[in-house]
């Protein structure tokens, strides 16, 4: 047994990003395991920390170390490889080991088992009898009502006795005490899943899906461990390839993760999943009580699940032995993380599926084009799905112009056309999505008379409304800082209808059931669904008819499957088409193209009616047709042009302080420094900054960037490893934050 732990206390700061020796005292070395919770001595005050590694040596005087008080009582234990995909993590994006430790342990500390009692006599009936009579001499009702309750029936579940019959517990634990009843205690686990109803499930899979499954078999049978990116159009099948090959991993004894990008996409995903492998599957998210989850923890632990999905977080659920990472809807932004350290779960995925021989497989009818790119270029396995299940059509989607509409003197959310259709579709007895593109409110001026939208001139992003009312204010570029009044009439044609679009899903709403009367109309948006239930509730409301019309933001357009949707309507497409982001286009054809998937599903074909100040802009031509290729060639173009990911990688560094000064401050010394060795190392690098931050002040915060661009992801690891050690080493820094985002995903 061992002597030392090696410890990182919990302390989130950089210059105590390292291990620290401490003794095991004699009581705790046959206990103490590495990924232990512990409590240690830390100066002049106790801390908590985790145990990295064990071992008999130590580089310090023996004297000087002090020993480790007890093992943190109630805490989670992570796995020895999880601690070593914690390390991989602080590497590859920053922050501190404890920072990291702390993200790839998702449930935090041990909660109680729930525990099912039922109670019955101990006593023969006889003996019970007499007792009773004896309880109702003495009026004791309670324990006369209880008893003769037991005579009836031969067991009484704990919270009947406590509910219906009025007992106390106090009454029930005497009589136990006594001998004349016998409390029988089952500990269960808190189950999500274990309310729903298992269907059955017919295996049909057609031939495109068939020659998907046999790729990836074919190879994770002789051995080989891929990354693949499965680009299959919207209702081409990818979930039924997905737990064909779950099924096959599974059955080698494996278990497998299936990551999904919103906790909307749960119900409808474990709906399916549950038909299929039964109580073998579980979710795991944010919403779940913390019993809950530390139950699906322990769960997946113990091997009593095989399957886990949910959002990012679920990326690390402690399988011992697992098979195959999915991750649904690959393309979302969802899978970055804001909080440090900044990951994203795609490449965190692939780390993990290295370090213990699993494959990866990443899903979306609208790839990310960061892992088209690296499907092009080999890196991934790329295999294609170009046919929706049953040979059904991709719906018929129609570009409206609403500079058109403007001139026609229809200044309604809803165009002409799509109140056509819908009103076309309350007829015939089928259902409409609406989805309002809210991405990017803060976001972007235009003239709704011609569709222009001010941009910077030096950056060829749209610039961003901040301050003042509609004829007040200033616009801001994000990225180099450049500064114009906001105009009051349009620079292009002279128009006074130049402003920032405003809508939302309530008005919307309000608009729909004004302009429908007769309609049953449900909205679903952060606002509806604040409630464990409330996704479940909407979708299955929606999905057996009980609206007309669904109106929401992005979280409905993504993965649901309803067959009687036959109508989909983007109200406005350019809500995220000119924030001030790079990934702009992208997102919109995203967006575009899976709110176009979720028509025409069942037996009927769908439409689908994008509304648009700019039916010209590549990422809407290329959406209308849903021509993602034709998208890609272009959107890459640019990126390269610009230096952007993924043809080159992004490095952001923020500089946080109270004082602007010391942040400005911060930002500077760290350009210059980088300049020095990015020049003494020839690196081919553009650094550009210092400049405010997208929002440059919160909470009494100020924020200033630096933006660092190269082509080698590598190089970007070893700027931030000398950025950490400079600002160790320099006072400047002992009021500034710093933080790394590489290749960041939802604007900076």
């Known amino acids: ?187 269960q686990y808190r189950n999500p899943v274990g309310h729903l109803s298992r269907k059955d499930y017919v295996r049909q899979l057609n031939e495109e899906q068939q020659r998907v499954v046999d790729t990836f078999l074919s190879d994770y049978e002789s051995g080989e461990r891929k990354t693949y990116l499965l680009k299959g159009v919207t209702g081409s099948g ?53 019993g809950e989850r530390y139950d699906q923890f322990l769960r997946a632990k113990n091997g009593e699940i095989d399957i886990i999905i949910g959002p990012r977080s679920a990326l690390f659920t402690p399988f011992l032995n697992l098979g195959l990472i999915i991750i649904d809807e690959e393309h979302e932004a969802s899978y970055k993380s804001e909080n440090v350290p900044r990951y994203h779960a795609r490449e965190t995925a692939i780390a993990r ?63 002409g056309r799509l109140t056509e259709l819908m009103e076309q579709r309350l007829r015939d007895g089928q259902q409409t999505m609406l989805f309002l593109n809210r991405r990017g409110m803060s976001g972007f001026v235009s003239c709704r008379a011609c569709g222009y939208v001010i941009k910077c001139p030096h950056c060829d992003v749209s610039l961003s409304q901040h301050g003042g009312g509609e004829a007040s204010g200033r616009m801001v570029c994000h990225y180099c800082g450049c500064e114009m009044p906001r105009p009051k009439t349009c620079p292009s044609c002279g128009s006074k209808y130049i402003s920032g679009f405003k809508a939302g899903t309530e008005k919307v709403e309000q608009i729909v059931k004004q302009r429908f009367p007769q309609a049953r109309v449900l909205r679903m948006d952060t606002d509806t669904t604040r409630n464990r239930e409330s996704y479940e509730q909407i979708l299955s409301a929606f999905a057996n008819h009980e609206a007309d019309i669904l109106v929401g933001t992005q979280m409905i357009v993504k993965g649901h499957d309803f067959p009687d949707v036959t109508l989909v309507g983007v109200l406005a497409a350019d809500l995220s088409l000119y924030v001030s982001d790079y990934h702009a286009p992208e997102r919109t054809f995203q967006l575009l193209v899976q709110a176009a998937g979720r028509a025409g599903r069942g037996r009927l074909p769908g439409e689908v009616v994008i509304q648009t100040y700019d039916p010209e802009h590549y990422a809407i031509v290329a959406a209308k047709s849903q021509d993602y290729e034709a998208f890609y060639e272009q959107e890459i173009e640019y990126r390269a042009l610009m230096y952007y990911p993924p043809v080159w990688n992004l490095l952001v560094i923020l500089c946080a302080s109270r004082s602007e000064a010391d942040a400005a401050e911060g930002a500077r010394l760290l350009k210059r420094r980088v300049d020095q060795w990015s020049q003494g190392a020839g690196l081919l690098m553009q650094v550009i900054g210092p400049a405010d931050a997208a929002v440059a002040k919160v909470n009494d915060i100020y924020k200033k960037v630096l933006y660092l661009k190269t082509q080698d992801y590598a190089d970007l690891v070893k700027i931030k490893d000398e950025a950490e050690k400079f600002i160790r080493e320099n006072r400047a820094y002992k009021d500034v934050a710093v933080q790394f985002d590489f290749n960041p995903v939802n604007g900076f």
């Not at 410890?7 to 095991?24: A, P």
């Not at 990310?368 to 929706?388: H, I, N, P, Q, W």
């Not at 991709?394 to 959310?413: H, Q």
């Open 1 to 187: 047994m061992s002597k030392y732990a090696r410890i990182i206390v919990d302390i989130s700061q950089e210059k105590l990003d390292k291990t620290f020796d401490y003794r095991i005292p004699e009581h705790l070395r046959a206990q103490l395991a590495v990924g232990m919770q512990v409590t240690v001595p830390f100066g002049n005050r106790r801390m908590t920390g985790y145990v990295i590694e064990l071992t008999d040596e130590t580089d310090f005087d023996e004297e000087k170390i002090k020993d480790i008080f007890h093992i943190t009582k109630n805490s989670v234990p992570l796995e020895s490889h999880l601690i070593a995909l914690a390390a991989w993590m602080r590497k590859n994006y920053g922050g501190t080991m404890n920072h990291a430790l702390k993200t790839v342990l998702p449930v935090k500390q041990k909660k109680k088992m729930e525990e099912h009692k039922r109670v019955r006599l101990a006593v023969h009936p006889v003996e019970a009898k007499n007792l009773l009579a004896e309880f109702v001499r003495k009026h004791s009702t309670a324990r006369a009502r209880l008893l003769e309750a037991l005579l009836e029936v031969e067991e009484l579940d704990w919270a009947v006795i406590t509910g219906k019959l009025a007992v106390s517990s106090s009454v029930i634990r005497a009589l136990e005490e006594q001998g004349v009843l016998k409390v029988i205690r089952e500990t």
């Open 353 to 415: 599926a290295a370090m213990l021989g699993a494959a990866v497989v990443l899903g979306s009818a609208t790839p990310s084009v960061d892992s088209f790119y690296k499907a092009k270029s080999g890196e991934y396995c790329l295999l294609t799905m170009e046919k929706r299940v049953k040979e059904q059509p991709l719906p018929e989607c129609e570009v409206i112009d609403l500079r058109e509409e403007l001139r026609l003197g229809n200044r309604s959310i809803l165009s």
């Open 238 to 290: 990818k979930t039924e390839v997905y737990m064909e090959l779950i099924a096959h991993i599974v059955a080698q004894g494996k278990q497998a993760i299936v990551l999904i990008p919103e906790i909307a996409l749960t119900y409808q995903t474990v709906m399916r999943f549950y038909n299929r492998f039964g109580d073998r599957v579980s979710v795991l998210n944010s919403r779940m009580t913390a």
